[in-house]
């Protein structure tokens, strides 16, 4: 198949067979996922990425407009999602469209009108809505519904979203062409002359620029298609990768979206009022003394040998370490207990002596990554390089939010949950922390242990 406009009819997943390699791990009870695996499996529907691309109708600036959205499953949302290119909610600077509306949704079967209370924008592109602000040209429709009546969408993966290191600052694993550059990605959406309830399109080609903000893919796109999806198959099901909003700017250079990259997940996380900011990770180990996790922050800039993590006893104890907890991934359609989340590193500028909350310095781009096969109990520790590695489990958490939960860590071809003693802490330290409330003692006594219905974390 080229990479013309086409149905997806053409296209057939069961006429060919993949190498077991590229089989997710759907296939296998969700037991296992190997690093940037591509394609799709041969266990997915073929056509059920149609569900997911809604057709819209607006007027702007007087004239009767066409675009596209597509749901995205952002997990525990008390909304659904539906992402689109910023110029088809917004005719003029902080001004939005009128008589916005989903022709004919997908899971509704009637259309939906949209009204300003429904829409968020890229405040860049909100102030000055051009196609120089193009990198921050999307937006989302929020859709209200119960979690019980939600309806999903395309997948995401943070790691997609993350360019490589500039070279000063890379490592020499982290020395790597950018993950999307070169691969197969597809456009969908309807054209200007159809309408649902027939199918959207759809169409193929490679990405050749991948940029930190915004993809170039020689997949063939319309006017009136802006705001289809971008996506891909990664671990075996159909990720959305960045949102289709532009033409090429010259001949060759194929037509551009805006990349879903950390920093758009993160504002939309925000909108939509999910994960979880400034928070300490707390353990349950003990009824005198605190302990939470602690990493020193510095020893990843000055490239120490170590920056391994710490169990910090106290009572309380100084909190130094405050994470981000975001989701970084999940699979079309997957509820939120199968859902990955990433510990994003944020520090105090002062002191924080447990009771009240400082000032934070954000950096994004520190991960905490988790490693059960690292030596004998595994490890804890940061990295400027997302990876799988940096991606958890805390489904007890989704479950009940507020209460005690479990952190399961990938280990090859099963899940280990993280646990955290103070064992080895000897008397003439207990007796220190005790005469000072405000002193603490770090220990390395995290491991890393078979799954248990313990839930032993909680967040502070």
């Known amino acids: 198949m ?8 053409t296209f057939n997943l069961k006429t060919f067979k993949l190498p077991a390699k590229f089989n997710h791990s759907t296939q296998r009870n969700d037991e296992h996922f190997n690093d940037e695996q591509f394609r799709m ?15 819209l109708i607006f007027d702007k600036l007087g004239k009767e407009k066409h675009g ?8 525990n949302s008390n909304f659904d999602v539906i992402l689109t290119a910023g110029h088809n909610l917004v005719d003029k600077p902080e ?3 009128s008589n916005i509306r989903i022709i004919h949704d997908p899971h509704t079967k009637q259309d939906i009108p949209v009204t300003p209370d429904m829409i968020r924008v890229c405040q860049n592109y909100f102030q000055e809505p051009s196609e120089l602000n193009a990198i921050f040209d999307y937006g989302v429709i929020l859709l209200k519904r119960g979690k019980q009546d939600r309806h999903r969408g395309f997948g995401f993966n943070i790691m997609l979203g993350l360019a490589p290191l500039p070279r000063e600052k890379m490592s020499s694993e982290d020395e790597k062409k950018d993950i999307l550059q070169d691969s197969l990605v597809y456009v969908s959406g309807y054209m200007p002359g159809d309408s649902p309830p027939d199918n959207p399109r759809r169409s193929e080609g490679r990405c050749i620029g991948a940029k930190p903000n915004q993809l170039r893919y020689t997949a063939d796109a319309m006017q009136g298609m802006s705001g289809g999806p971008v996506w891909m198959g990664f671990r075996g099901v159909e990720t959305a990768v960045a949102i289709h909003n532009y033409g090429p700017e010259r001949k060759g250079q194929g037509n551009r979206g805006s990349r879903l990259n950390f920093s758009v997940w993160r504002t939309i996380f925000k909108w939509v009022n999910v994960g979880w900011r400034d928070k300490s990770l707390h353990y349950r180990g003990s009824s005198t003394y605190i302990m939470h996790l602690h990493l020193p922050r510095d020893s990843i800039f000055r490239n120490a040998a170590s920056n391994e993590g710490r169990v910090r006893v106290g009572k309380p104890g100084r909190i130094e370490t405050l994470f981000d907890v975001l989701p970084v991934s999940a699979r079309p359609e997957a509820k939120e207990l199968n859902a990955g989340y990433g510990f994003s590193l944020r520090t105090p500028l002062c002191p924080n002596n447990g ?8 950096s994004p781009l520190v991960w905490v990554r988790w490693d059960p096969a690292k030596g004998m109990k595994g490890r804890v520790s940061l990295t400027k390089r997302f990876d799988d590695r940096c991606e958890v489990k805390i489904p007890t958490l989704i479950a009940q939010p507020g ?14 949950e993280v646990r955290m003693k103070m064992e080895h802490v000897g008397e003439e330290v207990l007796e220190l922390l005790d005469d000072d409330p405000q002193s603490s003692h770090d220990t390395s006594e995290i491991s890393f242990i078979p799954l248990t219905k313990d839930k032993l974390f909680e967040f502070k």
Do not use: M
């Open 2 to 9: 080229g990479n013309n406009l086409e149905d997806f009819d």
């Open 41 to 55: 499996d041969l266990s997915t529907p073929p056509r059920r990425w149609e569900n997911w691309v809604v057709k």
């Open 68 to 75: 596209n959205g597509f749901y995205v499953n952002v997990p």
């Open 95 to 97: 001004h939005y469209c």
């Open 355 to 362: 009771s009240t909350k400082t000032k934070t310095a954000t």
């Open 403 to 416: 209460r005690p939960f479990s952190i399961q860590a990938q280990d090859e071809d099963s899940w280990k």
